[in-house]
């Protein structure tokens, strides 16, 4: 793919090359250093460019919707890599939490969970309040140490 865009890019150069050297020297206007027209010139095709680029940018934003991330029927609730193109996803469709393991061509349910594994609106799994708060108490205790 690479390789393939090179060459599309290469391919003009080529070809404009060619028809540079064959025009006749008085044509080319081999004059000498490039002037401020020619600077002017680059410079607003750049502008218009980016002009361009801006415009599409602002139309795309405005008129296109996306699809709302977290408010659908459907969620993504974790995701972890397992292998360089593997994931195993946690998945909530409805009230049914979904282990589902994705690979180049092809999506297998891994697990269907009873009860909520996650819930969906924490950002933390369950237990990691319990976690914190023991972390926090064994760093009291440690500083209750030192002082005495």
């Known amino acids: 793919m690479k390789r393939l865009f ?26 000498g250093p490039i002037g401020p027209g020619e600077v002017l010139q680059v410079f607003v095709s750049l502008l218009l460019v980016l002009g361009l680029i801006v415009l599409v940018a602002w139309l795309m934003r405005r008129y296109v919707t996306l699809p709302a991330g977290r408010s659908g029927a459907l969620r993504m609730l974790a995701a972890i890599s397992v292998g360089q193109r593997e994931r195993v996803v946690l998945v ?34 369950p237990g990691a309040e319990r976690f914190a708060e023991r972390l926090a108490a064994a760093m009291g205790r440690g500083d209750k140490g030192k002082a005495q």
């Open 6 to 31: 090179i060459c599309a890019l290469l391919l003009p150069q080529l070809w404009l090359g060619q028809a540079w050297a064959q025009t006749p020297a008085a044509a080319r206007n081999d004059a």
């Open 92 to 125: 909530q469709a409805g009230e049914t939490q979904l282990l589902i393991g994705i690979a180049p061509g092809q999506v297998r349910t891994l697990h269907v969970f009873d009860k909520p594994v996650m819930l969906a609106d924490s950002k933390q799994p």
